[in-house]
């Protein structure tokens, strides 16, 4: 290749590499001899020169969840823009199976592990071993506080807009149905509607249904409720709130069975946003998570680990400069997951981390040493909570001039003027924001 291009080895070596700079034209010159020569870089040499394989393991509870293929596309985009690679492992939400597909990606010689635990508790002994190893970020769910970094949606937030949304359409008496144990998803999602359901059902304990995050519990959870109303020995609820959108869709499709009108009444609303809420028949309206932003700051956290050379055990210099822009320290912190929030503005822009629904940055108290970033979500309206509007009266009729049934594109979208379509209703003002990721706060000291 020296030959075809006019260089010496030790140049070619450099472009190849991308080592050290060179001039344009070599480097073209080069790039054009190993395409006409066929040259295919050996990765797995590359890998022992560098002592880096650029390859990161993901671990799933349970692929068939249509969340995580949406998330999975996003990281791997976001993770090839960083030019590595993803080594993917469904552990079919079993702690001991996840256990073991940790250790493999290890011994395959990950640089560094994304992992979605199956349970906080059960979790935590692999997870905990495995980022003192290398750089491992947790995604969606936590393994409780100081484990490793997390990157995840505000569930507080998100069940916050469900119950707001329910309120201002006249709801009053909604039940709850989601997922039993310790997964921290379900766990935050859980409390934060025992919380908020209280402003609308006063004095009165928490309808509750728990189960797992499936379609099948959903339409077993809507029997048991539904038979309790039908003997009176449960209340006459007026809304089905979900852990999640498969709950919600196998909760609507198991309603209409039984001769429910949704929205009528019953409204139904999951969290999620994955792709099939929206084909359901009503639309479900639903929580909406920022997965792409997600994916941007869990690489972030990975590539800042990559080059601190890791040091899972002590802070860096760099976490030391930021720890306080992190929370810390800050004395109207709260509590999540047992660790620190700053309610502090960030980069000189307004304290909308303190209000629900706004990002938010996490850091363990006085450790620096971890950090958890809390994505605002969005509340997509959809059919299944809201009411379709009365026909359009005309000279020819209630169908309209033309025959209309009311239902074509000027008779679409939630009450109240909103728009047709896929109304999204954010939950706050944006806190200051990155161009990477758009939900994610800046501080002036972070590493990029």
């Known amino acids: 290749m020296a030959r075809a291009s006019g260089c010496s080895v030790s140049t070619v070596s450099r472009v190849l590499a991308n080592s050290r700079p060179v001039g344009a034209g070599t480097?073209?010159?080069?790039?054009?001899?190993?395409?006409?020569?066929?040259?295919r870089p050996n990765q797995v040499a590359r890998a022992l020169r560098n002592r880096s394989t650029a390859t990161v393991g993901l671990v799933l509870p349970q692929i068939t969840n249509p969340f995580y293929p949406t998330l999975v596309r996003e990281l791997t985009h976001v993770l090839d823009e960083h030019g590595r690679a993803v080594l993917l492992a469904d552990c079919d939400d079993d702690?001991?199976?996840?256990?073991?597909?940790?250790e493999s990606l290890l011994a395959r010689q990950v640089d560094a592990?994304?992992?979605?635990?199956?349970?906080?508790?059960?979790?935590?002994?692999?997870?905990?071993?495995?980022?003192?190893?290398?750089?491992?970020?947790?995604?969606?769910?936590?393994?409780?506080?100081?484990?490793?970094?997390?990157?995840?949606?505000d569930n507080a937030a998100g069940m916050a807009l469900v119950l707001d949304h329910l309120a201002a359409q006249g709801r009053r008496r909604p039940c709850y149905i989601g997922a039993d144990g310790t997964a921290s998803a379900a766990a935050e999602r859980r409390a934060a509607y025992e919380t908020g359901v209280e402003s609308l059902t006063p004095?009165?304990?928490?309808?509750?249904?728990?189960?797992d995050f499936s379609a099948a519990w959903g339409r077993e959870a809507v029997d048991r409720l539904w038979n309790e109303r039908r003997r009176g020995d449960g209340p006459a609820f007026d809304a089905v709130v979900c852990g999640n959108d498969l709950i919600a869709l196998g909760a609507i499709q198991r309603l209409r069975?039984?001769?429910?009108?949704v929205p009528g009444q019953?409204?139904?609303?999951?969290f999620d946003d994955v792709p099939p809420a929206d084909l359901a028949d009503p639309a479900v309206t639903t929580v909406r998570q920022p997965v792409r932003d997600i994916a941007v700051e869990a690489v972030r956290l990975l590539e800042r680990r990559l080059a601190s050379g890791h040091d899972a055990g002590q802070p860096t210099d760099g976490e030391r400069a930021d720890a306080g822009s992190f929370g810390g320290d800050s004395a109207d912190g709260e509590s999540v997951d047992g660790e620190s929030v700053d309610?502090?503005?960030?980069?000189?822009?307004?304290?909308?981390?303190?209000?629900?629904?706004?990002?938010?940055?996490?850091?363990?108290?006085?450790?620096?040493?971890?950090?958890?970033?809390?994505?605002?979500?969005?509340?997509?309206?959809?059919?299944?909570?809201?009411?379709a509007p009365p026909p359009a009266t005309g000279a020819f009729g209630p169908f309209g001039a033309r025959g209309d049934t009311g239902n074509g594109p000027a008779a679409s979208g939630a009450p109240g003027g909103s728009p047709a379509g896929d109304p999204v209703r954010h939950a706050t003002t944006p806190a200051p924001r990155s161009t990477d990721s758009p939900s994610a706060p800046l501080s002036s000291k972070a590493a990029p």
């Open 27 to 39: 480097a073209r010159r080069v790039r054009e001899a190993a395409e006409r020569l066929g040259y």
């Open 203 to 211: 004095g009165e304990p928490p309808l509750l249904a728990l189960g």
């Open 95 to 102: 702690p001991a199976k996840e256990a073991a597909r940790i």
């Open 343 to 387: 309610n502090a503005p960030v980069d000189g822009g307004p304290a909308d981390s303190a209000r629900p629904g706004a990002p938010v940055a996490v850091s363990p108290s006085g450790a620096g040493t971890r950090h958890a970033v809390r994505l605002a979500p969005q509340l997509v309206v959809r059919a299944s909570t809201a009411p």
């Open 113 to 153: 592990l994304l992992v979605v635990p199956v349970d906080e508790h059960r979790s935590r002994p692999a997870v905990t071993a495995a980022a003192a190893r290398v750089p491992l970020v947790l995604l969606d769910r936590s393994c409780g506080p100081g484990v490793a970094d997390l990157v995840a949606v």
């Open 266 to 270: 019953v409204a139904v609303t999951g």
């Open 257 to 261: 069975q039984l001769g429910a009108d």
